[in-house]
Structures are given as structure tokens and as C-alpha cells.
Nanobody, 128 residues
Framework: QVQLVESGGGLVQPGGSLRLSCAAS??????????MGWFRQAPGKEREFVAS????????YYSDSVKGRFTIYRDNAKNMVSLQMKSLRPDDTAVYYC???????????????????WGQGTQVTVSS
């Protein structure tokens, strides 16, 4: 089973930037065999897709609300995936989570599934 540890969240003013990181580990787990994605859950709302990236980083996908502002990266050698967030807005406030998926990265966006487990997430608060 994979363990996911998200970090890098915090309090930032509107228009600011943050970079989130996700470290994945497991006895036989390698992110190289998985598409990776970021999701977020705002208070009182369901968890939603934010971004995903193919196994070797050739393609990435974004929700309409973050397209052009967020960029997803991955480092397979370190078993890590990152999310660079710019031009942050108050409606980006949420707990951010990462996850791994054996399906294509495009399906992480268009065909939501129930993942076996989630990390603890990292809180991002955008406020003046």
C-alpha cells in the first residue's frame, strides 16, 4: 500500500504563490508506474480534481479553475510530485491532497474514482 505525505501548505495573500509537495512511499511502490494527481477539498464541499500528470511527465491536465495558474511536476527518481500554485485566490482555500492512479492521467480528471487511501493533506489558506 502507498503512503502519501503532502506538505508545503500555509497562509498566503491573494495573488501569492505556494509550492506543494507530495512524497510517496511503499515497500514496492514506485510512482513511475502511476499517473499522479492533486485534489482539494474546501470546507463544506466535496473533494475535487485539481491536476494530474502522466507517468513520465509528458502530459498534464488541469481543472478549468486552476488552468494557467497551477503547474504539476513529478520527479520519479525521488518518488515525489509537486504543485506550483501562482496567482492564488481566496477560492483556492482548501486542503490539498495527492494520489496515485494506474489509469491514464486524463481519466483522473474525467472519471473520478474512490481511491483506497489518502494522505493527511496540506492546508492552503488564501486570505488578506
Amino acid at each position: 500500500q502507498v503512503q502519501l505525505v503532502e506538505s508545503g501548505g500555509g497562509l498566503v495573500q491573494p495573488g501569492g504563490s505556494l509550492r506543494l509537495s507530495c512524497a510517496a512511499s511503499g515497500r514496492t511502490f514506485s510512482i513511475e508506474n502511476h499517473a499522479m494527481g492533486w485534489f482539494r477539498q474546501a470546507p463544506g464541499k466535496e473533494r475535487e480534481f485539481v491536476a494530474s500528470i502522466t507517468n513520465y511527465g509528458g502530459m498534464s491536465y488541469y481543472s478549468d479553475s486552476v488552468k494557467g495558474r497551477f503547474t504539476i511536476y513529478r520527479d520519479n527518481a525521488k518518488n515525489m510530485v509537486s504543485l506550483q500554485m501562482k496567482s492564488l485566490r481566496p477560492d483556492d482555500t482548501a486542503v490539498y491532497y495527492c494520489n496515485a492512479d494506474r489509469r491514464p492521467a486524463s481519466l483522473m480528471q474525467i472519471v473520478p474514482i474512490e481511491y483506497d487511501s489518502w494522505g493527511q493533506g496540506t492546508q492552503v489558506t488564501v486570505s488578506s
